[in-house]
């Protein structure tokens, strides 16, 4: 592989760029945190890590698993040495903004998930004991709690 030239003439022996060194060490350690942090996902065989999680966090799994095979993809297309066709750069930004769609409705059940909901019984109770009602079953109503009688 040509990487540099020197003195006019290409070199194969895999040398770097000048500037090129530090970017590619900061890509590789990138790298080692993302396979430390996989590796709960990597270690076991890829059914039975699935088998075990809920709905949601498979799709976020699968969300994944999508956008590094595009991201893949993208740095494919931007190494290669051909020209990129613009139809095929359209079709990676269409598959990427559906992607960011997918991505957002999979954080709006998240959020919906984690709502907290709204005892109504309860909700109820307090509003009456609030008005100085009581249950139906003969004991005090508004009407006959002497705090809530109108003067005359």
Not at 36 to 52: C, D
Not at 98 to 104: D, I, K
Not at 117 to 130: E, L, T, V, W
């Amino acid at each position: 592989m040509v990487m540099a030239q020197k003195g006019g003439k290409p070199s194969s022996q895999g040398d770097f760029p000048p500037g090129m060194a530090p970017k590619m060490l900061n890509m590789l350690k990138e790298l080692d945190g993302i396979e430390k942090e996989l590796q709960p996902l990597i270690s076991q065989p890829y059914h039975e890590v699935l088998r075990k999680l809920s709905p949601q966090e498979k799709a976020k799994v699968g969300m994944m698993e999508i956008y590094g095979i595009n991201s893949l993809f993208w740095v494919l297309m931007k190494t290669s040495s051909e020209d990129i066709a613009s139809a095929l750069r359209d079709d990676y930004k269409v598959e990427m903004q559906r992607l960011r769609e997918t991505q957002e409705r999979i954080a709006e059940l998240e959020a919906r998930a984690n709502m907290q909901h709204i005892d109504k019984q309860a909700a109820k109770r307090f509003i009456n004991h609030a008005l100085g009602k009581k249950k139906a079953n003969g004991e005090e109503s508004s009407s006959d709690n002497p705090k809530r009688k109108k003067k005359t």
